[in-house]
């Protein structure tokens, strides 16, 4: 059935819209998505770096409260040995896109006996994301754009790749990308960093740079993970908090 749209328009932070999903204002704008994207840029900061040497996820994880003896506060996951991704934005909207990218996965895996490009995975979480899926794909229905961004790096025959996906439904191939709150400037810091050819260290040392550049007085209490598939190994790996203090004492 269908829902009367009431005379008078709700006001929200000044924006005048309607109870519909997916609404276009008068202005011509869609304040659903408006809100999914504000909504990543309340998140935790993540950063994205390809290059020669291949690809890396730094995130920072959620701060676990003093009264809770264990918490799982991951942003990154990895799908299978050669896929992997970082979340920025609400972690409750991820857990169920990332529950239906791994029977997407396995899925593929039982009937072609072969695991999906990272490419066809990432559409995957677009068309997730911005429930734009169609025909014998469309097996759920949402009441509002999910308010999480993904940066997904994967190893297939293509190579090593970097993409990002945000919930207007946008997944673009990246050598750099940053999400969250201070996404612009940590984009500005990687570029003055940047090459195209550096190893994986080097690559390492750049994203940890650029994220206590954004943190600054913050950085030294919070916690990071890593995630990384390195050149000619091709296998994605993860680095704890501590594995990465460890390592990068002094940078």
Do not use: W
Not at 64 to 72: A, F, P, R
Not at 222 to 232: A, Q, R, S, V
Request: proline share 2%; aromatic share 12%.
């Amino acid at each position: 059935f269908l829902l009367r749209v009431p005379d008078n328009f709700h006001f929200i932070m000044g924006k005048s819209v309607t109870p519909r999903l997916l609404n276009f204002s008068p202005e011509g704008r869609l304040y659903q998505i408006e809100y999914a994207l504000d909504a990543v840029k309340f998140g935790s900061n993540s950063i994205g770096i390809k290059n020669n040497s291949g690809a890396l996820i730094l995130t920072e994880k959620s701060q676990e409260s003093i009264l809770t003896e264990n918490c799982d506060v991951s942003k990154l996951i990895a799908f299978n040995s050669f896929l992997g991704c970082g979340i920025t934005g609400l972690t409750s909207d991820a857990r169920f896109l990332i529950q239906k990218t791994f029977a997407y996965l396995e899925n593929n895996y039982f009937i072609f006996n072969s695991l999906p490009s990272t490419e066809n995975c990432v559409k995957k979480i677009r068309d997730l994301i911005s429930f734009s899926s169609f025909g014998e794909n469309q097996d759920f229905v949402t009441s509002r754009p999910f308010g999480i961004a993904f940066l997904v790096i994967g190893f297939d025959f293509s190579g090593i790749n970097l993409f990002s996906v945000d919930p207007s439904g946008e997944y673009n191939l990246q050598n750099i990308c940053a999400l969250g709150g201070a996404h612009k400037e940590a984009v500005f810091t990687i570029k003055e960093g940047y090459r195209k050819k550096m190893s994986l260290k080097e690559t390492k040392l750049l994203a940890k740079k650029t994220l206590r550049s954004i943190l600054k007085k913050d950085f030294d209490d919070i916690k990071l993970e890593m995630g990384y598939i390195e050149e000619k190994k091709n296998i994605f790996l993860i680095d704890s908090n501590e594995e990465i203090k460890k390592n990068f004492e002094k940078i």
